[in-house]
């Protein structure tokens, strides 16, 4: 009688203990992978209270990076909860957690609905991206992505996409490249920057990240070279990787995907990008062109949760690269 007892009480609790059996394996192949340093999360308790996670609701990080803002969701998550990492870049995949409820997407998120319908999603409880470049992308030289380090003009975060920042530099037209260094990263000397790089690029190829940062020197403003470098920089990258197409493609897809109470959380570090994400929360288009029915309430799908927030003073001096986070949450009406 005992014995039957016995084994009725294991039956009944197996599926939570093979769920704390995988966190237990999980939390230690985590230990392991966070010994290097690949990212550290921004706002991440601020990031995951917009999120508002129920314990069995499916969501999706689409900036999984080092993982740490989806390692945070997954320790909120149950064992019927599912997460999905995304990430275009090989490198992020490497951290992905062994987790039964946990999927890596290696994709850009401007596919993200085309991909929850492959995984059977028609909405999600809620979406987080935190936008840009990993630590990782700036601290690994060979990438391309610094101007501390001298190496080839890469600056891909998809190791399979044909653009290469070495294509920009050398192939745009003087008018193409003064564009985006004024648009992607408001650099006041944006059409010297650009008559500069043609004319030594009319000598010889500009082919690594030394030869454009030495090229630029003498035109940067006094005193403030880096920041100008790394404006420069800043513009390079996101012209590379289509960040603003992808991400209006992002923003339409997730206002359609979530479901009714569903969290959008987003984090930007560019005033162009939290523009774009201002505008969809407030009116739910990208322009901001704001529609109201016959009695003045706002036709957006989308109502802001609280205002801006930016790091803590002690979380930006710890941090540096939280410095420009921008973070804005909403919920699906
Ligand atoms: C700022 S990091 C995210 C860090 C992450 N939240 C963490 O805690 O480690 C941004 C990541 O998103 C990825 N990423 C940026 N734009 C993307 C896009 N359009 N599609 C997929 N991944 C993207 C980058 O490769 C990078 O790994």
Redesign the pocket.
């Known amino acids: 009688m005992i014995l039957k007892n016995k084994f009725d009480f294991i039956k009944s609790n197996i599926k939570t203990f093979l769920y704390l059996y995988s966190q237990i394996a999980n939390c230690m192949s985590n230990c392991a992978k966070m010994s290097y340093n690949?990212?550290t999360?921004v706002m991440l308790e601020e990031a995951l209270a917009g999120l508002n996670i129920r314990p069995d609701g499916v969501y999706a990080?689409?900036?999984?990076?080092?993982?740490?803002?989806?390692r945070a969701i997954l320790d909120r998550l149950g064992p019927d909860g599912h997460l999905y990492g995304?990430?275009?870049?090989l490198d992020?995949m490497h951290g992905a957690p062994e987790d039964e409820r946990f999927t890596f997407v290696r994709?850009?998120?401007?596919y993200l609905q085309n991909w929850m319908t492959y995984y059977g999603h028609e909405t999600v409880d809620g979406i987080l991206a935190?936008?840009?470049?990993?630590s990782?992308?700036l601290d690994e030289a060979e990438r391309g992505f610094s101007f501390r380090f001298d190496a080839p003009l890469d600056m891909r975060?998809n190791q399979r996409a044909s653009l290469t920042a070495r294509k920009v530099v050398n192939e745009y037209t003087e008018a193409q490249l003064a564009d985006i260094f004024y648009l992607y990263g408001e650099l006041k000397q944006s059409r010297r920057v650009a008559a500069a790089i043609v004319k030594a690029r009319n000598s010889a190829p500009i082919e690594t990240t030394g030869q454009l940062s030495e090229l630029m020197n003498p035109i940067l403003g006094f005193g403030r070279e880096k920041k100008d470098l790394a404006r420069m920089f800043q513009a390079l990258r996101i012209e590379v990787?289509g960040?603003m197409k992808?991400l209006r493609q992002?923003l339409h897809s997730a206002t359609q995907l979530l479901a009714p109470g569903g969290r959008l959380v987003v984090l930007t570090y560019h005033s162009l990008e939290d523009r774009m994400v201002k505008n969809i929360i407030k009116s739910g288009n990208l322009e901001g062109r704001t529609s109201q029915d016959i009695y003045g309430r706002s036709l957006s799908p989308l109502q802001s949760v609280g205002k801006m927030q930016v790091p803590s003073t002690e979380e930006q001096e710890g941090n540096p690269r939280s410095r420009s986070a921008k973070l804005r949450i909403a919920e699906k009406i």
């Open positions: 690949y990212h999360p990080d689409l900036t999984f990076g080092g993982g740490g803002h989806s995304f990430d275009q870049d992020a994709s850009n998120f401007r935190d936008l840009g470049v990993s990782h992308h975060m990787n960040e992808a992002m």
